[in-house]
């Protein structure tokens, strides 16, 4: 049985277009805040949610989603209430859920018992953004077991070894990360993103989803041309942050800009 994050690429496949997916860190600005944010962007026209994890250290991330995590924390946000919270938005939606966390809280968590209860919770996939996929093996396991999507990162600078572990080990879609660093909003896109595609697709018939500095339509527009799915992480983010009332707006020119021909 196709996952909900698989049957989500078959559609927009089918309809010739590329999937918006849409992060927001769990808890922000508080847990009783999120399933409403959640469905704010689902009205905007987001395909695929990800959910971000609160952690203390979140060292690939910039500093709009640092402090994110900062307020997400002091909310009182944990790992079982962003279970809850993915719940919640499951209760009203059908919209695909991916869970980002880095490796600390799932290993404290229990590898096993997050399968089972993200599972239970609605969750379709779970994304570890600190793993490397030459260790992963004995994580995915009990993920895989439980029947969700395993999503591995790929950069600019991974080498062709690293690209063929992640086709092999992901399932669901391929992350590009399209440029290196942290993330956060850019003014241009990396030159080595459609490079990076490119490499990508030789090696694997997964959908590839680019994201990490994607802030505008017009950004947002040109990656669709390339990929199967855009990711806008650090622009919501920051939208929450400063003006939570224009954040439909804001992504409903996202998706529209990404629709036109």
Do not use: C, W
């Given at each position: 049985m196709p996952t909900r994050i698989q049957q989500l690429f078959e559609r927009t496949r089918t309809e010739?277009?590329?999937?918006?997916?849409?992060?927001?860190?769990?808890?922000?600005?508080?847990?009783?805040?999120?399933?409403?944010?959640?469905?704010?962007?689902?009205?905007?026209?987001?395909?695929?949610?990800?959910?971000?994890?609160?952690?203390?250290?979140?060292?690939?991330?910039?500093?709009?989603?640092?402090?994110?995590?900062?307020?997400?924390?002091?909310?009182?946000?944990?790992?079982p209430k962003v279970l809850d919270i993915a719940r919640q938005i499951r209760a009203a939606?059908?919209?695909?859920?991916?869970?980002?966390?880095?490796?600390?809280?799932?290993?404290?968590?229990?590898?096993?018992?997050?399968?089972?209860?993200?599972?239970?919770?609605?969750?379709?996939?779970?994304?570890?953004?600190?793993?490397?996929?030459?260790?992963?093996?004995?994580?995915?396991?009990?993920?895989?077991?439980?029947?969700?999507?395993?999503v591995f990162l790929v950069a600019p600078t991974s080498t062709d070894r690293r690209l063929k572990l992640v086709s092999e080990f992901s399932t669901g879609f391929v992350y590009l990360v399209s440029r290196t660093g942290v993330t956060g909003e850019q003014q241009e896109l990396s030159d080595s993103l459609g490079s990076l595609i490119d490499k990508t697709r030789a090696i694997t018939t997964l959908p590839l989803a680019a994201g990490f500095g994607i802030s505008t339509p017009n950004q947002a527009k040109a990656v669709a041309r390339m990929a199967d799915g855009v990711v806008v992480g650090s622009a919501i983010v920051r939208q929450i942050e400063t003006d939570l009332g224009g954040l439909e707006s804001m992504v409903r020119a996202l998706s529209s800009s990404m629709r036109a021909e």
């Open positions: 010739k277009r590329a999937a918006l997916i849409g992060y927001l860190t769990a808890g922000d600005p508080t847990p009783e805040k999120t399933p409403e944010i959640a469905a704010t962007l689902i009205r905007a026209g987001v395909d695929l949610i990800e959910l971000g994890v609160p952690f203390s250290d979140p060292v690939a991330d910039g500093p709009v989603i640092q402090r994110a995590s900062a307020r997400a924390l002091n909310a009182g946000t944990t790992l939606s059908e919209v695909p859920l991916l869970l980002f966390t880095y490796l600390n809280p799932a290993m404290h968590y229990g590898f096993a018992k997050l399968a089972k209860d993200a599972k239970a919770a609605g969750i379709d996939g779970v994304l570890l953004t600190d793993l490397s996929v030459e260790e992963a093996a004995p994580y995915m396991q009990p993920l895989r077991h439980a029947g969700l999507d395993t």
